[in-house]
């Protein structure tokens, strides 16, 4: 695992103090601050909504089976 992750996740999620974390880590208190001054990595959005080739194809059969069996166990649960 990145060791920048580590260190930013003892601190900012575990709430460990960063003296601590750089003695643990073996690291420099002046390193671990610098870790925690780096921006979170980016993540990628994604554009809009995936296609479903798949459910294009059986989703209404798919809603059909449901359909079915949900009315069958209304039926006879009464």
Avoid: C, F
């Amino acid at each position: 695992m990145d060791q920048v992750h580590v260190v930013r996740h003892k601190v900012l999620v575990e709430g460990r103090t960063q003296r601590a974390v750089a003695r643990e880590l073996g690291l420099a208190r002046v390193t671990v601050r610098k870790y925690l001054e780096q921006a979170a990595p980016a993540r990628k959005a994604e554009a809009g909504p995936r296609a479903r080739p798949v459910w294009d194809v059986v989703g209404a059969r798919v809603q059909a089976v449901l359909r079915i069996r949900g009315g069958g166990r209304a039926a006879s649960s009464g």
